[in-house]
């Protein structure tokens, strides 16, 4: 084990080596060393599923098992981890690394430090081995991307240079490099793998690439500083988040048009990360400042209710049986857990330093 990961062990109350090696084990659905040479018990049941938390300060990774909200293991990734996505198989995990400095709204970006290029790129975690097997250089200051549906492309956000990277998996080579507007961030993928919506914070916009000929086919308009987007399990709509115009924007996707806009109310409302139940019936949305996550109706476009979880939630993931959700609360370096049905907080799980990213994992 290397320095950095007994440094991030002792951080996250794992003991150095053994309990990491433990840890990654129940992870990976396998049972620790010692208890399957000695114990004849059955192995108790593996987690239902396993949530994923990319902690953009600590540049870790946090795995807590489903069911008892444990936090089996904290895995060093690199610089600045923000979007997470998984492979179509279910092997590997996509994370996006920048060696740009962090630069809230309002900072004088001059006075921040050079970016390190070096350290760009989009990690591969294997989910076997319990680590990054490879960094993939896809365009500079990766921020978030979505996985083609054959798994063998990947569709990158590069923050800085206002353009979105396809990549080639398998060889590095960037296929095309795709103008989308300035400061593009929420990268998604369509249930049927045929469009990635790119949302770009400062132009206002989303652009519509075509995975069939990697070119952007469409452009259309949204509120101010648009952050993610999601896609109902059908296809047919798009949920696009507004952060500073307070809104949830309603997409045709056949036609790439905006056709309702949902406006949120509150103090401080800023809409973030948006996921859509597994049935299409509901959309939930994180909002930032606002501290809340907010519960829309698909077939009304209506607020619906409402839930109080960490200070600032971004990143938001819903289980495989829409049953609960997880919001990755940035300043509280913590993880909220919600019953989805009830719209209450049942858990808060301990993560890194600004959690970002949610990704889940049902069993195999």
Not at 80 to 109: E, H, N, T, W, Y
Not at 304 to 333: F, H, K, M, Q
């Amino acid at each position: 084990m290397t320095a950095e990961m007994n440094d991030v062990s002792r951080r996250h109350g794992l003991r150095p080596g053994v309990t990491l090696v433990l840890a990654l084990a129940v992870a990976c659905g396998g049972a620790p060393p010692e208890e399957a040479a000695s114990d004849p018990a059955p192995a108790a049941a593996p987690p239902p599923y396993h949530v994923y938390v990319t902690n953009e300060y600590s540049g870790d990774l946090t795995v807590i098992a489903g069911g008892t909200n444990e936090v089996l293991a904290t895995v060093p990734l690199g610089q600045r981890p923000r979007g997470i996505k998984v492979s179509p198989d279910g092997s590997q995990l996509f994370v996006a690394l920048s060696g740009s400095p962090p630069a809230p709204p309002g900072i004088d970006v001059s006075t921040l430090p050079p970016p390190d290029r070096s350290a760009d790129g989009i990690g591969v975690f294997d989910r076997a081995a319990g680590e990054v097997v490879q960094v993939v250089h896809a365009g500079t200051d990766p921020e978030q991307l979505a996985v083609s549906a054959d798994g063998t492309r990947l569709y990158v956000a590069n923050e800085d240079a206002g353009e979105a990277s396809v990549v080639d998996i398998a060889t590095g080579e960037v296929l095309a490099a795709l103008p989308v507007g300035g400061e593009p961030e929420g990268v998604r993928i369509s249930p049927d793998g045929s469009v990635v919506y790119v949302t770009s914070e400062e132009d206002n916009q989303v652009s519509a690439i075509d995975t069939a000929t990697n070119e952007v086919v469409a452009v259309f308009e949204v509120g101010a500083r648009p952050r993610a987007s999601a896609f109902t399990p059908d296809g047919s709509r798009a949920y696009v988040t507004a952060e500073n115009g307070a809104t949830v924007h309603v997409v045709d996707t056949a036609t790439h048009e905006v056709i309702h806009t949902i406006e949120l109310t509150g103090e401080v409302v800023r809409p973030m990360g948006v996921v859509v139940s597994p049935d299409g019936s509901r959309v939930y949305v994180t909002t930032g400042r606002g501290r809340m996550v907010v519960a829309i109706d698909a077939a009304t476009n209506e607020p619906v209710a409402s839930v109080e979880v960490g200070t600032r939630p971004w990143g938001i993931g819903i289980t495989p049986d829409g049953r609960y959700l997880y919001t990755a609360n940035g300043p509280s370096n913590d993880v909220s857990v919600v019953d989805a049905e009830s719209m209450t907080v049942v858990a808060t799980v301990p993560a890194g330093e600004r959690p970002w990213g949610i990704a889940i994992i049902g069993a195999e």
